[in-house]
């Protein structure tokens, strides 16, 4: 059921919220991720392959844990849309926003008129009725949040426009902005980092909040110290793979010194 959001609020008061990109389609990753005091999670639906059914229990673990949920659609389809909000997801994440015209495009399908024009439904998110439906209208418009994820150089270049659209929160791409600047997975290149930090500049003189993928310590820092509040900090499938890989060479290196010192 319909519930505040909590990502929003803290924003709004100026307190950092963290996140995790979550592919593998198990509530129990998900029930994790919030036991682990993660602020909001993004379902990933884009890159990962989730049936309507799973999303629904994905999001119901994450309102068990007070985790807010997020989904990453993979385009802004208003049929996609409406089902990962209809499951109950608080915010729509929509990858490769490059124009005006699919910032509008997303907030359209994610509110309600007299801000859009998303389709009518009685079913989990109201309560099955519970909430008052005429009421719940501007509830679900003020909650709801539409993230657009800034990924190709033309989203960089068409951003100002963009930012007017009333998107709720910008995430960088610098992944994909890698390959749309011609050096592919070179997330740290000169030409990537000064995108992400123009996106930043431009977010910051429109008002509205930016989201970042710090991927080293120092990163976090300079996005901190530059008022930066937002972070998603990975994906939960690289988080285990480091970890299971660095227990793995922590027991193999214990074995190696015994070995060693016979």
Excluded at 106 to 125: D, F, H, Q, T, W
Aim: net charge negative.
């Amino acid at each position: 059921m319909l519930r505040p959001n909590a990502v929003k609020a803290k924003l709004a008061a100026g307190t950092s919220v963290y996140g995790l990109f979550c592919s593998i389609p198990d509530p129990t990753v998900v029930e994790m991720i919030g036991c682990a005091g993660y602020d909001f999670v993004i379902l990933d639906s884009e890159h990962a392959l989730v049936d309507p059914q799973q999303l629904e229990h994905l999001i119901r673990a994450a309102e068990a844990v007070d985790l807010t949920p997020f989904v990453r659609v993979p385009e802004a389809a208003p049929g996609l849309i409406l089902k990962a909000l209809d499951a109950g997801a608080m915010g729509i994440v929509v990858p490769h926003v490059r124009t005006r015209a699919d910032a509008d495009a997303a907030i359209r399908a994610a509110k309600y008129a007299p801000e859009g024009m998303r389709s009518l439904n009685g079913g989990r998110v109201p309560g099955f009725g519970r909430i008052n439906l005429a009421g719940y209208l501007g509830k679900a418009n003020e909650e709801t949040m539409v993230v657009g994820m800034i990924e190709d150089a033309e989203g960089v270049d068409n951003l100002p426009e963009i930012l007017t659209s009333g998107l709720d929160l910008i995430l960088e791409g610098a992944a994909d902005l890698s390959q749309s600047y011609g050096v592919p997975w070179q997330t740290r290149h000169p030409t990537v980092r000064e995108a992400v930090e123009k996106i930043h500049a431009a977010c910051d003189e429109a008002g509205v909040p930016f989201c970042a993928i710090p991927r080293a310590e120092e990163d976090h820092t300079a996005w901190s110290r530059a008022g930066v509040r937002a972070f998603v900090l990975g994906e939960e499938r690289g988080l285990a793979f480091r970890a299971l890989s660095a227990h793995l060479e922590e027991h193999r290196t214990a074995a190696t010194q015994w070995e060693n010192s016979r």
